[in-house]
Every structure is written in C-alpha cells, then in structure tokens.
C-alpha cells in the first residue's frame, strides 16, 4: 500500500462532520493528482521583509602572513574607506590576479586580514582571464582553485582547497543573531530574494549567515546585480516561509 504524507489539515471539529472531513482529504488529493496546488491556509502566507542589498565586486581577502609577503615586511592594511558592516573595510591595497590567459589588475584586498587568503570573482571575469571556478561559500572549501596573486613587493600562489583559492561567492545575506531570531532561521539556512523593476527576477539559495551585530544586508556579485539592473543601496524583498 503507497502512503501519502500530507500536511495535516485543520477542522473546526465542531461544525464539521467526519463526511464533509473525508471529502476535503479527497479534493485536496485530486488537486494534487492533476498537478494544482492546494490553495494556502490562513495565516501561513510567507512574510515579506525589504532589505538592502550590496553588490560585492571582485576582490581579495588576505592573511596576515601573505600581506607581507605581497607588500613588504612588517605591512599592515591601510583603510580606504570602510563598509557596510562595522569594522570591516576596503584596504588601499590592491593586486594583480593572474588567469591562464590575461590578469586582472587593480583587485582590491578588503579587510581585516583573515586566516586562510581568497580570490572572489564574478563569472564573467573569471571566464575572460582563463578561470573555470565553482560557487562555493569560502575560499577553503575543496572545490576552490588555485590562482596567482602578484603584489608589488612579492608574488603568492594560493593552492585552492584549504590552502586558500578563487571561487564564485555564493549570494547571502548578512543578518544579526536578534534579526535571526525573529525571522525564526539559523547559520546556514537558506531564503528567496525578489527583486523588482524593469528586469525583475527572484532568487534562490540565499545563504544565511549570522553574527551578532551585524547589519541586514544581501551580497550579490556583478552579474547577478546586472542581471536585475540593481545597484548597491537598492532595496529586494526577502520571502521568509
């Protein structure tokens, strides 16, 4: 015997009776059958909360030890103007990435300085210097390749996997450990975003990542912002379950 698991209905058990309870299990298992979808109950409608969104460029994070060697001994980043989150910035810094068949100059390095170095790329940069490289959440992932950086005073070449490597950020949101709490998600969890306008677009997988303090906002990359024609500052609407 197949069994089917449905969600569980809800009855007034006082003003239905157990006939017109059976013939509600069997219209909703015929809209199922021929592919309608059952119309939502009240009050589980999915919320809708606008957010900003930053359109995260291509750049470089860098451990301390690497900020050495590509900028000389003793170097330590040099704020160019800060970002959106506290304490984190745009550095002075900048390198040359190195691809397979050109480079891309002038990459800016964001700090502070983290354990392991990344290289974060749209695809379409990644495709015009000779990358082929995956999505991933953090350039120690396995999946993470290797990539050249040249500094002015020194060269490095991270070994992608948990040495460190270039990859293509996945989308995310940041949000606050109280802002997790009352959109009742966790680290890791995953949300739609919609976008609207002229080329209006819905996105899936929105990785959640939570610390506290932080501000509520969605990090896309280049392509995915000139996909929908968004610009860093807009407001997308986040569709909570």
Not at 49 to 60: F, M, W, Y
Not at 88 to 111: D, I, N, T
Not at 168 to 185: C, F, P, Q
């Amino acid at each position: 015997m197949t069994v089917i698991n449905q969600p569980m209905l809800k009855f007034d058990t006082g003003a239905v009776t157990v006939e017109q309870m059976a013939q509600e299990v069997l219209r909703r298992l015929k809209e199922r059958s021929n592919g309608a979808k059952p119309k939502p109950e009240p009050g589980l409608r999915p919320r809708e909360i606008k957010v900003p969104i930053g359109v995260s460029v291509r750049h470089v994070h860098l451990c301390p030890e690497h900020v050495e060697v590509l900028f000389g001994p003793g170097h330590s980043l040099q704020v160019y103007h800060e970002l959106y989150q506290k304490g984190y910035y745009a550095a002075r810094e900048q390198v040359m990435v190195v691809g397979h068949k050109r480079c891309l100059e002038k990459v800016r390095v964001l700090g502070p300085p983290r354990p392991a170095s990344q290289v974060e790329l749209a695809q379409s940069e990644a495709v015009a210097i000779g990358l082929k490289l995956p999505v991933a959440s953090n350039g120690t992932e396995p999946q993470t390749q290797p990539v050249t950086l040249v500094g002015p005073e020194g060269i490095i070449t991270l070994p992608g996997g948990q040495g460190g490597g270039a990859f293509l950020a996945r989308r995310h949101i940041h949000i606050s450990d109280k802002t997790a709490a009352e959109w009742g998600v966790q680290h890791g969890h995953t949300l739609r975003l919609r976008i609207d306008g002229p080329r209006a677009v819905e996105f899936d997988d929105i990785l959640v990542r939570v610390k506290a303090g932080w501000f509520t906002e969605v990090h896309l990359d280049t392509d995915e912002g000139n996909a929908c024609l968004v610009q860093t500052g807009q407001l997308g609407t986040i569709i909570l379950p």
